[in-house]
């Protein structure tokens, strides 16, 4: 059963800093890219960041300069890294895996396995 669980998530002031996790389980994580995406209320589900097997990193320019994607294998967690955070960064975060990165990394449907997804809340 494959599962990804993600954590730290909560509420932090205009320019503070969260950092995120996804526990992978199920799957071969070190061959696994992953990626990161949000959701705010009423909008579509958007691309944040990415991170190939082989640590190769895609940032939205929305947080590029911002957010840092990180994985351990060893841990078979992968890692969101937020700082200066805005509050239009508020959003429903989720992690999600795939065998494969393709070009269309920054597509939802590109990834098989998904997060239930946490809370991020930046204050003004």
């Known amino acids: 059963q494959v599962q990804l669980i993600e954590s730290g998530g909560g509420l932090v002031q205009a320019g503070g800093s969260l950092r995120l996790s996804c526990a992978v389980s199920?799957?071969?994580?070190?061959?696994?890219?992953m990626g990161w995406f949000r959701q705010a209320p009423g909008k579509e589900r958007e691309f944040v960041a990415a991170?190939?097997?082989?640590?190769?990193?895609y940032y939205a320019d929305s947080v590029k300069g911002r957010f840092t994607i990180s994985r351990d294998n060893a841990k078979n967690t992968g890692y969101l890294q937020m700082n200066s955070l805005k509050p239009e960064d508020t959003a429903v975060y989720f992690c999600a895996a795939t065998g494969y990165l393709s070009a269309a990394y920054y597509k939802p449907r590109e990834y098989g396995y998904w997060g239930q997804g946490t809370q991020v809340t930046v204050s003004s």
């Open positions: 199920g799957r071969p994580f070190s061959s696994d890219a």
């Open positions: 991170i190939s097997w082989s640590d190769t990193t």
